[in-house]
Structures are given as structure tokens and as C-alpha cells.
């Protein structure tokens, strides 16, 4: 992680730090439910960051034969009305995209963690897996949310999620409570991106009870 100490100039007020989070959504058609429910709560994870960081987010998505990216922007707003004008459609995963662009950007300028939301996973894991670790050794750690109980994209998210030094997480919007843990555990990894050390605990507590749950199902 980068160094996130408080910057206090001659006089004037600390300044808070700044962390950069990409959020990264599967736009294929058989999400729209879920870019709804992601569109809901992203404003809350300005919010949970504000106190301790300002934080910057940037949108990428795939659908159809396209991958695209929003610019940064630093407000749950501006956020959501980039994530308003997008529409999903049908099309194949584009997972390296995503990972490409990533360590792209962290060239330019470090990023804190990297969120993907989605459900399947349709390339060659071998080629994911080494962006992901490339990833992880830059300090960008991946956190996934598998939507749906697909065992074959569980075990590729989760390595990818391992590579980087992230996490996975099951997502299954049919269980109680699951939107709202998905919204304490986005909120936790956008405090993370803001300098919050212990939001790491909470998120890695989060992943073993997730991991303990689809265990116990398989089981």
C-alpha cells in the first residue's frame, strides 16, 4: 500500500489523503439486475470514505464487443450519472481488459484496489491469473463479487482474487441481507483505497465467512 500519513502545510488545515478505486462491472446482459443495484450503492462508498480520505472512482465496464472506462471523478453523483447513461447487453467476458487497464493506470498514478462484480468468466484463467499477480506485486489488490454459484468461475475468481492479495466474495442477491452486505463490504474497500488499515481486517473477516459458506454448501 502506499503511504496515506496526513499532509499538514504551514498553517493551513491536514489535508486529507486521496485514494483511487476502480469499480469494474460485467455490463453483459444477464447482469442488469445487479448494474442496479451496484448503481444504488456506489454513492455510499463516497460516504464511508469521506471521514477518513477523499476518494476517486473510476468506472469500467464491458458488453457487446466493447470495454470502456469513465474518467475519475470524486463524488457518488457524478458516479451514478455515468452509470445511468449505460445500458448491458449480450456479449463475451473481457476480464484481461480490465486487468490491462488497471496496471495501465497504476503507472500513471497509484491505485489503491480494483473491485470486479460479475459472473462468469469465458478466457484463458492462465493469462488472468498472471495479470492479477502482476497486480498484486504493484499493491493493487483485487476484490471480486462472483454473482451466481458457477463452480468453475468460483475457483478462477478466487485465484485471481488470491494472486492479487484481494479477496472474493459470494454475491447471490435471492439470500437476506445480501445487498446489504455488499454494501458494507464496497464500503469497506473504499475506505481501504483512503488510507483505512483496519477496513483490510473487516473485508478479510468478510472473505473467510463467505469461503466457510460455500464450503459448507459444496459440502
Known amino acids: 500500500m502506499n503511504d496515506k500519513s496526513v499532509i499538514i502545510m504551514g498553517g493551513q488545515s491536514p489535508a486529507l489523503p486521496r ?18 443495484i451496484a448503481r444504488e450503492l456506489q454513492a455510499k462508498m463516497f ?16 458488453r457487446g464487443d ?13 458516479l451514478a450519472h455515468l452509470m445511468n ?19 495501465c493506470e497504476n503507472e500513471k498514478a ?3 484496489a480494483l473491485v470486479f462484480i460479475g459472473d462468469a ?3 484463458r484463467i492462465e493469462t488472468l491469473a498472471a495479470a ?19 463452480a468453475a468461475v468460483r475457483r478462477a475468481f478466487r485465484l485471481l482474487a488470491l494472486k492479487s492479495g484481494g479477496a472474493y466474495f459470494e454475491f447471490n442477491p435471492n439470500k437476506p441481507r445480501a445487498v446489504e452486505q455488499l454494501s458494507e463490504q464496497l464500503n469497506a474497500v473504499a475506505r481501504l483505497a483512503v488510507g483505512d488499515v483496519e477496513a483490510l481486517d473487516r473485508i478479510t473477516k468478510t472473505a473467510a465467512l463467505t469461503d466457510q459458506r460455500t464450503c459448507a454448501a459444496r459440502d
Open 132 to 150: 492479477a499477480g502482476e497486480l498484486g506485486t504493484q499493491g493493487v489488490p483485487i476484490f471480486i463479487f462472483q454473482e451466481g454459484r458457477n
Open 121 to 123: 468468466m469465458e478466457e
Open 85 to 103: 447513461r449505460i445500458d448491458c447487453e449480450g456479449g463475451y467476458t473481457q476480464i484481461r481488459r480490465v486487468l490491462e487497464h488497471a496496471l
Open 47 to 62: 460516504r464511508e470514505a469521506a471521514p477518513i480520505g477523499k476518494l476517486d472512482v473510476q468506472l469500467v465496464y464491458y
Open 66 to 78: 466493447e470495454c470502456r472506462t469513465s474518467k475519475w471523478v470524486s463524488s457518488g453523483e457524478q
Open 19 to 36: 485514494g483511487r478505486l476502480m469499480f469494474a462491472l460485467d455490463a453483459t446482459a444477464s447482469r442488469a439486475p445487479t448494474w442496479a
Open 110 to 112: 497509484a491505485v489503491q
